[in-house]
């Protein structure tokens, strides 16, 4: 029996076999060189007049923690325990409110960092010292205005940081 018109045989429900072409080669590019970033410009100097200024350190503390924290974290971590609490000439006092740390910040290599960083910022060449129980003048402040947080440090307590409170709250 021939298929009829109706009936299709297997062979003829296969779709037919269509060889593709040979994928082309792809062209051969030199190595791409990455854009380099060009290098940062050196920020105006926030110091003017040759006068250094706690207002100004404290201006930049932030953007010097956050260099920091490109080439070290653990320094920029202590750092958030540090406070700038004075500025003697060319030497900025940074108060470290957490005792233990003072060991660790006081090496060379993180002392360096950090008047790099702090020159870099304020444009112009500071020198750190660090300070350990001194109180920054917020601190103070504080105190002196609360009875209660004065007791506090008479019996042994220690105020590693003042928050501002919103009215009402």
């Known amino acids: 029996p021939q298929p009829t018109a109706k009936q299709e045989s297997v062979a003829e429900r296969q779709p037919?076999?269509?060889p593709r072409p040979e994928p082309k080669p792809r062209p051969v590019h030199a190595p791409?060189?990455?854009q380099r970033e060009p290098p940062p410009s050196r920020?105006?100097?926030v110091v003017t007049g040759g006068e250094?200024?706690?207002?100004a350190v404290k201006n930049v503390w932030a953007s010097v923690r956050a260099a920091i924290h490109k080439v070290n974290v653990p320094l920029a971590a202590m750092l958030e325990h540090c406070l700038p609490?004075?500025?003697e000439g060319d030497k900025v006092v940074v108060n470290v409110?957490?005792?233990p740390l003072m060991k660790k910040l006081e090496s060379k290599e993180y002392t360096s960092l950090l008047e790099s960083a702090l020159?870099?910022?304020l444009g112009t060449q500071v020198h750190v010292r660090l300070t350990s129980g001194e109180q920054a003048p917020e601190i103070r402040r504080a105190v002196e205005q609360d009875r209660?947080?004065?007791e506090a440090i008479k019996m042994g307590g220690e105020i590693i940081k003042i928050e501002e409170s919103e009215e009402g709250s």
Request: proline letters at 12%.
């Open 43 to 45: 920020p105006e100097p």
């Open 85 to 87: 609490a004075r500025v």
């Open 52 to 55: 250094l200024s706690l207002d």
């Open 32 to 34: 791409v060189e990455p």
């Open 148 to 150: 209660l947080l004065e």
């Open 16 to 18: 037919e076999y269509t």
């Open 97 to 99: 409110l957490i005792k």
């Open 119 to 121: 020159g870099n910022a």
